[in-house]
């Protein structure tokens, strides 16, 4: 994750050697990058009594080299838009079981792409011009441009006109994120990433999704949900490599049961357009037509333009800033955090990488990010969140015994809608400690449930003390306080029970 280059206690002999050289900078702190991280850590340092300057690119739902916005990825083209668009989807599945309900529905419910998408795209603005307002707010002053580093304290910011302005600072940090990929094989050009499929001019009526990751099986229950013919294709067996075989298992029946057309083990080879669709060409040899195809294949630290390599800062082989524990890289002014070191990408961690930094370098209290028990979800239809570790992981890192607690059942709601979609909550529990050391749902509301359930790892819970806790009836949720029995013990050194 990291690499150690200042032994515990020398980090704040660093930074007070720093303080004491007397060299007038124009800011104490400037900000490469506004997205979350960014603007967390602009902020607090601000608080922090420090003089703070940030930069980034015009705003636009769409990236590029030379457009992104404030708020960034998560904001502007990422977590809070495909939130929005997985709600939409939602209504599609809610208005089939309301019937049940008695709700009497004209069987010709219409919904409109465009209006969604106007919606999503004044939420974004105004958080744009709320993220503009929180650095105002903090006394950050923000430059509208593409930044690079010309030297330890040195940053050239190139503004909308094309000129070239540099600044002085005794701390620069990179927080420029990632941006997603596109395999090269035949026709890429003719996919979309995440970015466009946010901002979409129409309805994808046929989709195609390559991929298999967070990303790929969400956008694929958005398009379905909101009536579309989603083919999802993925190299795995499973969707979601890395996360729990139980869950993915599920996850990859709830998205079959919803209609998703599922090919594991097939990848793409070939796009080609014809008329006014696109023909794919699967590795099985297979042709699909598709109005869209998504390319959910991951994304790559955005560093490639910050002249990097001249400065001397280094670099691990995918490109991402090499940091040590706390988030400094090899040149000791100069800082990183977020998706661009490419440690736990995710919009909360760069929440606290932020934190950690502004506090180690501004607060007089150096801070560790603490990777241990990061909860997270995937927000396909229905949701799978966790936290902890998986049963694989846990096997895998044993010094005991491990217990498997697992409650599948079909949730209420759906004794009454008819719809056949079972959910899944699982506990492991390191038999010699009785800590619980990792839990996961798949089902409705398991971002929300899960996220209380990872205070619980966080304090260290034990198997005992969820038995002793009361639950909320009638709720899901009361699951994890109510199972009793052990589904499976795994011996000390047993393999995982499969490697899908």
Same mark, same amino acid.
């Given at each position: ?47 922090? !009594? ?8 015009? $705003? ?8 992104? !916005? ?132 129409? $309805? ?14 969400? $956008? ?96 691990? #082989? ?43 370098? $501004? ?56 719809? #056949? ?10 038999? #010699? ?31 005992? #003390? ?35």
């Amino acid at each position: 994750m990291g690499r150690k280059m200042l032994a515990d206690g020398e980090i704040e002999k660093a930074v007070a050697a720093e303080e004491a050289t007397g060299t007038q900078y124009d800011f104490d702190l400037f900000v490469i990058g506004a997205g979350s991280g960014g603007v967390r850590a602009a902020r607090f340092s601000a608080n922090h !009594g420090a003089k703070v300057g940030i930069c980034e690119l015009p $705003f636009h739902p769409i990236s590029s080299e030379e457009i992104g !916005g404030v708020g960034g990825t998560c904001v502007i083209r990422g977590c809070v838009p495909k939130k929005i668009l997985v709600y939409g989807a939602t209504y599609g599945g809610e208005l089939e079981d309301a019937r049940n309900y008695g709700w009497e529905i004209n069987e010709n419910v219409d919904f409109t792409w465009k209006k969604l998408l106007q919606k999503k795209t004044d939420e974004i603005l105004r958080l744009n011009n709320i993220y503009k307002r929180l650095l105002s707010n903090a006394a950050v002053k923000l430059y509208e441009g593409e930044g690079r580093i010309v030297g330890p304290n040195e940053v050239e910011v190139r503004q909308i006109d094309g000129t070239k302005i540099s600044y002085t600072a005794k701390h620069i940090l990179i927080a420029t994120g990632s941006r997603a990929q596109k395999p090269n094989i035949p026709g890429y050009e003719l996919a979309i990433t995440s970015d466009e499929a946010l901002s979409l001019e129409e $309805f994808p009526k046929r989709a195609v999704v390559l991929g298999g990751g967070y990303i790929a099986v969400e $956008f694929a229950s958005i398009w379905r949900g909101m009536g579309g013919t989603v083919d999802l294709f993925f190299r795995k067996e499973l969707p979601l490599r890395g996360f729990d075989d139980e869950m993915r298992a599920l996850v990859a029946r709830n998205l079959e049961g919803r209609g998703v057309n599922l090919h594991p083990q097939t990848s793409l080879t070939q796009l080609t357009k014809t008329d006014e669709v696109i023909k794919v060409i699967s590795s099985h040899g297979e042709e699909f037509m598709a109005d869209v195809v998504l390319f959910a294949t991951g994304r790559n630290p955005n560093t490639k333009r910050l002249n990097l390599e001249a400065v001397g800062v280094e670099l691990d #082989q995918a490109g991402a800033v090499k940091v040590d524990e706390y988030s400094r890289t090899n040149i000791p002014s100069i800082w990183a955090v977020g998706d661009a070191t490419n440690r736990i990408n995710l919009t909360p961690v760069a929440l606290m990488e932020a934190t950690c930094f502004a506090n180690t370098v $501004f607060g007089g209290k150096p801070t560790k990010a603490d990777y241990s028990n990061v909860a997270c979800a995937v927000f396909c239809i229905p949701p799978l969140a966790v936290v902890g570790l998986s049963e694989e992981e846990a096997v895998e890192k044993a010094t005991g015994d491990i217990l498997v607690f697992t409650s599948g059942f079909n949730p209420m709601k759906n004794t009454i809608s008819g719809r #056949q979609e079972r959910s899944l909550m699982k506990l492991i529990v390191d038999e #010699q400690t009785d800590k619980v050391i990792g839990a996961s749902m798949c089902g409705p509301d398991a971002a929300e449930i899960m996220q209380g359930i990872a205070i619980a790892l966080k304090c260290g819970a034990t198997k005992a #003390q969820f038995d002793s806790t009361v639950g909320i009836h009638p709720s899901s949720a009361e699951e994890f306080v109510t199972m009793r029995t052990v589904t499976r013990r795994i011996a000390y050194k047993a393999k995982p029970k499969t490697s899908l």
